[in-house]
């Protein structure tokens, strides 16, 4: 540029020859032709183009036409920009531009480009501007990788969301931590209602849900890369506080996440709750061995007790009891029941003007559960009376047969509770094959009276035949009647006096 500078006319310009330029200007362009940055320099009103090397390389197929043009006609696309640009700085003004977004026109094809652009002004002897000095960085490249950087990003963000969308509608749950602490990045709705792990966010598991125990399986998945697969894994947590921990039948999938360069930096983990599958196995199972420990109870109320005593110990309850109503003495009769070692029995029978609308309630086939019976807003409650006999949360469940209420099964518990779908669904079937156990054996108790009055009038039938009067009718059924047990003896003794009076009276007819 140096060569080309000194072979240019420029008499024909503002500048006029070299050898007349003031000293400013020679000393400006010495500054300009020894930097390694794109620089340029606008003399005069014209703004007359002179430049360095990597200024010529920036301008491409325009120069070297451009050196020694008025920058309006050498750049005559940027005109109206240049224009601006020579009246600010010309009137002492300083003028900065980062990423300027140019279409330029370097080698007979118009171009978008980006260029940082700073223009300063050049004083003269009198101290005012006689042209201006740019440096002039083109930012095409970057720009253009910045664009695409943020399109990538734009783009795999919305994958992220599309993902993350799927990942809230999965049917399973799904939870992302990262890092050895297992910081959760994310939840899906699945997740939050089966965890209450709303607040999950941010936090490591182990601040977010204590109650869970030890991470073990994750630490393992973290560190070996691991898949971890588990199917109807028992977990037991706290989903709400101040409330007994549940417990929850799991299958899972534990899968490690890595980072760009290859490192394990979090863990994945989907999964289903199974508890309603798993529950139902487990309480069918148990019903199973209910049934078979009650196969040989004949005694309805050791038999109600057995029931009373599995359904406690299932369920974790302190109390349970079977109640049979009796309608005509419009009352509940409770079978013997069960508690936990130190707890008073509740007295029965209990009358319905006691249950209020809980039996109405109870006779539409309604299960009635109470989670606190301290937190019940009731004025009739009787709270002195649940508190003597240790009752927080209540469970009652009704037995109908053909459209009536027969039976009921309570469940009481000494600590508020939430009584779960699954062990109401169990403790209805334990209730009806209780029900029905008991009035087989009641069934099979009035067949056995029966028989027993039969072969008893057989008997009595056969071993007064031939009676001929009244005192030996009465000795041989007063003698048979010593034999014959309980009630019936009484009824029949009673049945013999009447008969006696009877023949006394004159009337010797005698079955």
Not at 19 to 41: C, H, R, Y
Not at 406 to 420: C, S
């Amino acid at each position: 540029m140096g060569r080309l500078i000194e072979r240019f006319d420029w008499s024909g310009t503002a500048l006029g020859p070299l050898a007349d330029w003031p000293l400013p200007v020679t000393t400006t362009l010495g500054i300009v032709l020894n930097s390694s940055v794109p620089m340029l320099t606008l003399w005069g009103e014209d703004g007359i183009m002179i430049y360095n090397d990597a200024y010529a390389r920036l301008a491409g197929g325009r120069h070297p036409g451009l050196l020694g043009q008025p920058v309006r006609q050498g750049w005559s696309e940027l005109a109206g920009f240049n224009d601006r640009v020579m009246k600010m700085v010309l009137a002492g003004g300083v003028l900065s531009y980062r990423d300027q977004e140019m279409r330029l026109n370097r080698s007979g094809v118009t171009e978008q480009v980006w260029m940082n652009l700073d223009y300063s002004p050049v004083l003269g002897p009198d101290g005012g501007p006689i042209g201006v000095i740019s440096i002039v960085v083109e930012t095409t490249g970057r720009v253009l990788a910045e664009r695409q950087r943020k399109r990538d990003e734009e783009r795999l963000e919305a994958e992220r969301r599309r993902q993350r969308q799927l990942f809230e509608q999965a049917p399973g749950f799904i939870i992302i931590t990262r890092g050895p602490d297992h910081v959760v990045e994310f939840v899906n709705t699945t997740h939050r209602h089966l965890f209450n792990s709303a607040g999950w966010v941010g936090r490591p598991l182990a601040d977010a849900i204590p109650s869970l125990g030890g991470f073990q399986l994750l630490d393992g998945v973290y560190a070996s890369g691991e898949v971890m697969t588990l199917q109807g894994q028992q977990v037991s947590y706290e989903r709400l506080p101040g409330l007994a921990p549940e417990v929850r039948f799991l299958s899972f999938t534990m899968a490690p996440m890595h980072a760009e360069d290859g490192r394990i930096d979090g863990v994945f983990c989907e999964g289903f709750d199974v508890s309603a599958v798993e529950a139902k196995r487990r309480r069918d199972e148990a019903l199973d061995r209910l049934v078979a420990r009650i196969a040989d109870i004949d005694d309805p109320g050791q038999l109600a007790q057995t029931a009373a005593a599995f359904a406690a110990t299932e369920v974790g309850a302190n109390r349970a009891g079977i109640g049979l109503i009796d309608e005509a003495r419009q009352q509940v009769q409770l079978l013997p029941e069960w508690t936990m070692p130190g707890l008073p029995a509740i007295a029965g029978p209990i009358g319905f003007d006691r249950l209020g609308d809980t039996l109405a309630r109870l006779r539409c086939g309604e299960v009635v559960q109470v989670d606190d019976a301290q937190a019940v807003a009731d004025p009739l409650k009787p709270s002195a009376w649940l508190e003597a006999l240790a009752i927080r949360a209540v469970l009652t469940i009704p037995v109908i047969e053909k459209g009536h209420l027969v039976a009921i099964l309570f469940v009481n518990d000494g600590a508020p509770r939430r009584w779960t779908e699954d062990e109401i669904g169990f403790l209805r079937r334990l209730a009806d094959r209780t029900s029905a156990a008991l009035e087989r054996r009641r069934a099979e108790a009035r067949l056995r009276a029966s028989e027993a009055r039969l072969r008893f009038q057989d008997r009595l039938s056969q071993e007064t035949a031939g009676a001929r009067d009244a005192e030996t009718l009465l000795a041989d059924t007063t003698r048979l009647l010593a034999e014959y047990p309980g009630r019936q003896r009484l009824r029949l003794w009673r049945h013999g006096r009447r008969r006696r009076r009877a023949d006394r009276a004159g009337r010797m007819e005698i079955s």
